[in-house]
C-alpha cells in the first residue's frame, strides 16, 4: 500500500483514515466517506483500484471533473479512462476493448452512461469496485440533488459481491442516511475525516452596496495579483455584470453559467484550468469539475443557500494544503431573495432551515470556523485565529438611540418600508418614491443622516439577527417591529450593537505580485526563495503547454515550495520531494534539478 502511494502519488505516508478506508474496501466492505475537498478523498478509492484485479469503476456526476481525474491520473503513469459523450465513437470503442481486456485500473462514466452500459460492458470486464463519487447528489436533501444517481442503487443487486465506496465532501445526517439507504450498502462503516481547513482565511463584509462592493472587490484582487480565484454569484445576469466590470479594470476574467453554450462553458473552464485567465466569475454550476489545486481565494459576490454550498465552494481554493483566502459578501437584499427561493420551493421547511444556518454564520461575532465546525457535527473548544472574528474580536456600544431612529421611522410609515426605504429615510435621501409618499415630512426624516448608509445597513442586519424586527416575506419585505423591538422603541430597554470595523487595507500599487501564500505542510519549512519560485512556476507552465495539460497536474503549488526550499540537485534528492512519485521524478526531473542548478550558480 505505502509502495503504491510513493511510486504513484509521491507521498510517503496516509493522512488520517486513508489507510483505514483502503483496507475496509480491500475487505469487500462497503462504506461511506466525508472528507473535505482537498482532504484526499480520491486515494481512497483510486489505491486499492491500484491493489487490487480488475477495472475500478468511478461513478462521476461531471464530464469536467472525470476529464481533470483521468488526466492527474494518465500523468502518475496510471492506465485510466473516461466513457462519456466527449468522445468520438473509436474512442469509446478502444477504451470498452481496454476495460474488457483488463488493461485499464480505473474507468470514469457518469451515473446516466453506467445504466446504459450495466447490462452489456459492464457484464464482460472484472470489476474491482464501484466509486461513487459526489455521493451528495443521490440524496433530494444534498444540495445538488441529480435524480440519475438516485438509480445507483442496483449496482448492489447486479453485483452483490463488489465493494461499493461512496464519497462526498459535504453531507449533514438527513443526507448521509438517504445515500446509505439509496445505494443499498450492506452494513457500511461511516469514515467522517475532520472538516477542518485551517488554511483558508474567513472573513465575511456585510452590507456593502453594489459601488462598495466591486470597489472592495477589485482592491480584493489586485493584492491577489497572478493568483487564480473563482467569484461565485447568485444569478447568470450578475457573473457577466461583474466580470465586465473586472475586464474594465485590466483583469483578465471568464464567465460560466448554466446559460451559456457548452463551447462557451468549456473554453472558459479550459482558460481558468490552463492559467490562461485569472478570474472566473460563475453560478454555481462550476466547480465540482475543479481539481485545480492552486486556487489560492474564492469569494462570494451574494450569500450562498446553505452551508453545505458554502463550504464545498471555498474548499476549491487552497486544495495544496497551502493558505488561501475566501470573502463572502453579505447583505440584507440578499437574504430577502434567498428566503423568497426557499420559500417557493418544494422543501421549504428544510430549505429555510439551511438558509437560516448560513444567515447565523454570517451574522456572528464568533468564531466562524467553529461554526462551520459544529455544523457538521465536529466540535472545536479552541478559536482558530484564522477568520475575521478571531482577527478582530467585535467590541459593542449602547445602540439604543441608533435602534430607536429606525423603528421610529417603521412605525411612522405603518410599518409599511423595506431596509432601502427605511434608511433613505433615516439618510433624509429625497429619492422620487420617498417624496411621492410624503415620507419627507416624517419627524425621523433625516434623523441619522450623522450615519453613512452602508453603516446603517449593517445596523439594520444587526437588528434583525437581535430579533427587534423582522421581514414580512408574504407584504413586499417590509419591515415589522416585534415584541422585543417594542420594548427598545419606548425606552423599557437598553440594547448594544457591535462597532463596526472598516479595516481595509489600500491596495498598494508598487506591490507588482501578491506574496507568495504560506506553506503549512511542513512544521518547520525553510526560508524558501521567492525568486526561484517564480522561475518554477515559469518552467512548470511551460512543460504543461507542451503536453496540452493544466500547469497543476505537471506538479502543485505546494511542490513548487518545497523545490523553491529545499532546492535538490540530484535525481534522487528529487525524488524524495513530497508529492514527486516515480514517473513524474524520471519525466520532469532533469529539467527541474537543470533550473535549479543554474539558479544556484548564477546568484
Same mark, same amino acid.
Given at each position: ?5 510513493? @511510486? ?19 475487505? *469487500? ?76 485500473? !480505473? ?22 469496485? =464501484? ?16 435524480? $440519475? ?31 446509505? +439507504? ?29 459601488? $462598495? @462592493? ?11 495579483? &497572478? $493568483? ?15 466580470? @465586465? ?20 462553458? &468549456? ?18 454550476? =462550476? ?14 459576490? *451574494?450569500?450562498?443557500? /446553505? ?20 470573502? !463572502? ?11 423568497? =427561493? ?27 470556523? +467553529? ?26 456600544? &449602547? ?12 412605525? +411612522? ?22 417624496? $411621492? ?28 439577527? !437581535? ?42 500599487? @508598487? ?15 525553510? *526560508?524558501?526563495?521567492?525568486? !526561484? ?6 518552467? #512548470?507552465?511551460?512543460?504543461? /503547454? ?31 520531494? /513530497? ?23 548564477? #546568484?
Amino acid at each position: 500500500m505505502e509502495h503504491i502511494l510513493k @511510486k504513484y502519488f509521491g507521498y510517503d505516508t496516509f493522512r488520517p483514515l486513508q489507510k483505514d478506508i483502503i483496507n475496509h474496501v480491500n475487505d *469487500n466492505k462497503d462504506c461511506l466517506v466525508l472528507m473535505p475537498t482537498g482532504g484526499g478523498k480520491s486515494i481512497c478509492y483510486q489505491v486499492p483500484a491500484l491493489m487490487r484485479e480488475g477495472t475500478a469503476i468511478v461513478v462521476s456526476p461531471l464530464i469536467s471533473l472525470m476529464k481533470d481525474q483521468v488526466e492527474s491520473l494518465r500523468a502518475n503513469g496510471i492506465a485510466t479512462a473516461a466513457l462519456n459523450s466527449n468522445n468520438d465513437e473509436n474512442e469509446n470503442i478502444e477504451i470498452r476493448r481496454a476495460c474488457i481486456s483488463g488493461k485499464l485500473k !480505473l474507468l470514469y462514466i457518469s451515473p446516466e452512461r453506467l445504466l446504459l452500459e450495466i447490462d452489456y460492458l459492464l457484464q464482460d470486464m472484472q470489476i474491482s469496485l =464501484f466509486a461513487i463519487d459526489e455521493a451528495h447528489c443521490i440524496s433530494q436533501w444534498g444540495h445538488d440533488f441529480r435524480p $440519475e444517481y438516485t438509480q445507483m442503487g442496483v449496482l448492489h443487486q447486479r453485483f452483490p459481491h463488489i465493494p461499493i465506496v461512496a464519497l462526498t465532501a459535504t453531507a449533514d445526517k438527513i443526507t448521509r442516511q438517504d445515500i446509505i +439507504r439509496q445505494l443499498h450498502l450492506k452494513d457500511p462503516k461511516l469514515f467522517i475525516s475532520s472538516f477542518d481547513r485551517p488554511n483558508l482565511n474567513l472573513t465575511v463584509k456585510r452590507g456593502y452596496q453594489q459601488r $462598495e @462592493k466591486h470597489s472592495e472587490l477589485v482592491r480584493f484582487i489586485r493584492n491577489h495579483a &497572478d $493568483e487564480s480565484g473563482i467569484i461565485y454569484c447568485m444569478s447568470r445576469s450578475k457573473t457577466e455584470s461583474v466580470a @465586465k466590470m473586472l475586464e474594465k479594470q485590466g483583469i483578465s476574467t471568464a464567465v460560466y453559467h448554466a446559460g451559456l453554450p457548452a463551447q462557451v462553458r &468549456d473554453q472558459a473552464q479550459s482558460d481558468f484550468i490552463n492559467d490562461r485567465v485569472q478570474v472566473v466569475c460563475a453560478t454555481i454550476a =462550476f466547480g465540482m469539475g475543479i481539481n485545480k489545486s492552486n486556487v489560492r481565494w474564492v469569494v462570494h459576490y *451574494n450569500l450562498p443557500k /446553505s452551508i453545505e454550498s458554502f463550504y464545498q465552494e471555498i474548499g476549491r481554493a487552497g486544495r495544496d494544503g497551502m493558505s488561501a483566502d475566501t470573502l !463572502l459578501f453579505y447583505s440584507l437584499g440578499d437574504l430577502i431573495l434567498l428566503t423568497k =427561493f426557499a420559500t417557493d420551493s418544494n422543501q421549504q421547511s428544510v430549505n429555510l432551515e439551511k438558509l437560516q444556518r448560513i444567515q447565523q454564520y454570517a451574522e456572528a461575532d464568533i468564531c466562524r470556523r +467553529r461554526i462551520l465546525l459544529n455544523y457538521f457535527g465536529e466540535q472545536n473548544e479552541k478559536d482558530c485565529g484564522n477568520c475575521d472574528v478571531c482577527r478582530n474580536p467585535p467590541e459593542r456600544f &449602547d445602540g439604543t438611540v441608533i435602534i430607536q431612529k429606525a423603528l421610529s421611522a417603521i412605525i +411612522r410609515t405603518n410599518q409599511q418600508i423595506g431596509s432601502n426605504m427605511l434608511i433613505d429615510i433615516l439618510r433624509g435621501s429625497f429619492s422620487a418614491d420617498l417624496v $411621492e409618499k410624503g415620507y419627507d415630512k416624517l419627524k425621523t426624516f433625516g434623523a441619522g443622516r450623522d450615519i453613512p448608509g452602508r453603516d446603517w445597513q449593517d445596523y439594520v442586519l444587526q437588528m434583525l439577527q !437581535l430579533g427587534y424586527i423582522e421581514i414580512a416575506y408574504n407584504e413586499n419585505n417590509h419591515l415589522k417591529i416585534t415584541e422585543s423591538g417594542t420594548h427598545i422603541l419606548f425606552g423599557r430597554k437598553t440594547a448594544e450593537l457591535v462597532i463596526i470595523k472598516r479595516i481595509e487595507q489600500p491596495y498598494d500599487k @508598487k506591490k507588482k505580485k501578491a506574496a507568495p501564500a504560506k506553506p503549512l505542510f511542513v512544521a518547520e519549512m525553510p *526560508n524558501e526563495d521567492g525568486d !526561484l519560485f517564480e522561475e518554477l512556476k515559469a518552467l #512548470r507552465k511551460q512543460l504543461a /503547454s507542451h503536453e496540452a495539460i493544466p500547469p497543476y497536474i505537471v506538479f502543485s503549488d505546494k511542490v513548487l515550495h518545497q523545490l523553491a526550499a529545499i532546492q535538490p540537485v540530484t535525481i534522487d534528492q528529487f525524488g524524495e520531494i /513530497s508529492g514527486v512519485g516515480e514517473i513524474k521524478k524520471n519525466k520532469y526531473g532533469k529539467d527541474f534539478i537543470s533550473l535549479i542548478k543554474q539558479f544556484k550558480t548564477g #546568484r
